[in-house]
């Protein structure tokens, strides 16, 4: 890419990073719920499932997924599924009244876990990647180059998400930390929830 190209590109993942979505409500609940250090993890899962992404549309699978309804759909289930089963988990902390013990189980793993799950999930992100990336590509560039430059675009728009997340994650995390208490977990648990489903049922819809 010229210095032109890059600045452009760069700019607008950044702004895109910065756009309400997703993915950075996910973060920001996840930070408000476990800390700033924890919502960094989740960032890092974010950020791992972009890796796979980037791959995949560099591979041409993403143009295999796309073009297959059964295969995209299961993926959407499978996505879908998985923030029901987190909307269920905050449910039961906030029924069973133990959250903030339970909080504090969790590991970095298991956090990082969750970020690449809710990533790779997602198909819609192959969707926007085949739809985005072209955008600065040189024309007539095929085969290696091509592959090439997807991986460098890949790579700068992760770098800008991991940027924003991380910022999102450290600010929430902070805010969290010096309001918390067992009132502000539950309705943070309930917030969490209802935020998971709303994901849920817009990955099946949208």
């Known amino acids: 890419m010229t210095p032109e190209v890059l600045i452009a590109f760069s700019s607008a993942s950044f702004l895109l990073a910065l756009a309400p979505g997703p993915d950075n409500l996910f973060v920001l609940s996840q930070s408000a719920l476990y800390g700033a250090r924890s919502g960094l993890c989740v960032v890092a899962g974010l950020c791992l499932g972009l890796v796979v992404q980037t791959l995949a549309a560099a591979l041409g699978l993403g143009v295999i997924i796309t073009a297959l309804p059964m295969l995209f759909w299961a993926v959407k289930i499978i996505g879908a599924l998985y923030l029901l089963y987190l909307a269920f988990l905050c449910l039961r902390y906030l029924k069973a009244g ?109």
């Open 98 to 206: 133990s959250h903030a013990r339970e909080a504090l189980s969790l590991s970095a793993f298991k956090l990082l876990r969750r970020g690449f799950i809710m990533n790779i999930t997602n198909p819609k992100v192959q969707i926007f990647f085949l739809a985005f990336f072209p955008q600065f590509v040189a024309k007539g560039t095929t085969g290696t180059a091509l592959m090439a430059q997807m991986v460098v675009q890949g790579l700068i728009f992760m770098f800008m998400t991991c940027l924003v997340f991380s910022l999102v994650a450290f600010f929430a995390g902070a805010l969290a930390d010096k309001v918390r208490s067992e009132r502000f977990m539950v309705v943070l648990n309930a917030l969490s929830a209802l935020l998971f489903i709303t994901l849920a049922v817009c990955t099946l819809c949208l």
